[in-house]
């Protein structure tokens, strides 16, 4: 079955930066892109970019197009986002999604807690 | 840009129908038909219910149903069932440079 496996929960130190890795298994992975969804806690989603597995195009929220990088690795299957100079306002579970389109999120992964705390 | 405007809450009794609104502007919900509605259960991933306004990814019960007009989008469920109670959040294309926007999600409630 479609199925994205995240890394790990991470804690960093304010100023640090943050690799997430989501593996997909179940599809032809350059046949759909990958978005990037963060919720902080308590509060609703925020959509935080897109890349385009195919030939690695990236779209980035404007809020924060400075600090991330989204990439993929096709011979595993693998997606990356990297967000630096984190502060205690990125403390959020980070998701990555299925996309064929930037807006269509059909099948996510289980989230990465991302914890920014001195 | 700015969420789009969800109610915070609604409510409504077993085997009811209840709407949920979102409400954009002519720069996203009102130009483009790519509107995504999602369920989230406390701790739990968000499930795609709705896209493209109106269209049910496979699975999804008949008693979800979406809809469009002009700047705002709608939710409804009808059949009302204990399992309904969750967040549900509103997603819409916006052309620029932040493609996706949002809603700040509403709280339905089975009374």
């Known amino acids: 079955q479609v199925q994205l496996v995240q890394s790990g929960g991470e804690v960093k130190k304010p100023g640090a930066s943050v690799r997430v890795s989501c593996k997909a298994s179940?599809?032809?992975?350059?046949?759909?892109?990958i978005s990037w969804v963060r919720q902080a806690p308590g509060q609703g989603p925020e959509w935080v970019g897109w890349?385009?597995?195919?030939?690695?195009?990236?779209n980035y929220a404007q809020k924060n197009q400075d600090r991330v990088t989204m990439t993929t690795d096709t011979s595993t299957r693998t997606a990356y986002m990297d967000l630096r100079s984190l502060t205690s306002d990125d403390t959020a579970v980070y998701y990555c999604?299925?996309?064929?389109?930037?807006?269509?999120?059909?099948?996510w992964g289980k989230g990465t807690t991302v914890t920014v705390s001195s | 840009q700015s969420a789009l405007t969800q109610p915070a809450s609604v409510s409504g009794s077993p085997g009811q129908s209840i709407t949920i609104s979102c409400t954009g502007t002519?720069?996203?919900?009102?130009?483009?038909?790519?509107v995504s509605w999602y369920q989230q259960h406390p701790g739990k991933v968000p499930k795609l219910m709705i896209y493209?306004?109106?269209k049910r990814p496979s699975g999804i019960s008949t008693r979800f149903s979406g809809s469009k007009s002009g700047n705002t989008a709608s939710l409804t469920i009808s059949g009302l069932q204990a399992e309904d109670e969750a967040h549900y959040y509103c997603?819409?294309?916006?052309?620029?440079?932040?493609?996706?926007?949002f809603g700040g999600g509403t709280k339905v409630t089975v009374l």
């Open positions: 179940g599809y032809t992975f350059t046949s759909y892109g």
């Open positions: 002519s720069g996203d919900v009102g130009s483009y038909n790519l």
């Open positions: 493209e306004a109106n």
């Open positions: 890349i385009n597995t195919f030939n690695g195009d990236t």
């Open positions: 997603c819409s294309y916006v052309a620029g440079t932040t493609l996706v926007l």
């Open positions: 999604a299925r996309a064929a389109f930037p807006y269509h999120m059909d099948v």
